[in-house]
């Protein structure tokens, strides 16, 4: 289990960004012997969660849904213990609650799409657009 900890969510309007960032246990990215593949996933009110992006653990490998391709970005800081999701052009679609998750994988970040995946969440951040 990895400690993970969300921040960046708000109340924005349509075509605005905002960026999320993930926080996780320095042991997470700095071991030698860790290897956590990063995703951040949502939640809308009454749908199931569903992927948005995906990292490797390298950084190299990442997945992007359809309905955000070209619009967000995932990136990953090893030295900082940090991911963040960087939202382009929002829409009311976008609203959601939006989780990180780990999992310890040196899978492709294209096989890793699944919230069944990921073993370990963090509490979600509440991320509004309005139109």
């Known amino acids: 289990q990895v400690l993970l900890v969300e921040s960046g969510g708000g109340l924005v309007q349509a075509g605005d960004s905002l960026r999320l960032s993930c926080a996780a246990s320095?042991?997470?990215?700095?071991?030698?012997?860790?290897?956590?593949?990063m995703a951040w996933f949502r939640q809308a009110p009454g749908k199931e969660r569903e992927v948005v992006a995906v990292?490797?653990?390298?950084?190299?490998?990442?997945y992007y849904a359809d309905s955000v391709k070209g619009r967000f970005t995932i990136s990953r800081d090893n030295a900082a213990s940090t991911v963040d999701l960087q939202m382009n052009s929002l829409t009311p679609d976008d609203t959601a609650v939006y989780y990180c998750?780990?999992?310890?994988?040196?899978?492709?970040?294209?096989?890793?799409?699944?919230?069944?995946?990921?073993?370990?969440w963090g509490q979600g951040t509440q991320v509004t657009v309005s139109s």
């Open positions: 320095k042991d997470t990215f700095t071991s030698y012997t860790s290897t956590y593949t």
């Open positions: 998750a780990a999992d310890k994988s040196r899978t492709p970040a294209y096989l890793m799409t699944t919230a069944a995946a990921f073993g370990s």
């Open positions: 990292i490797n653990w390298t950084g190299g490998s990442t």
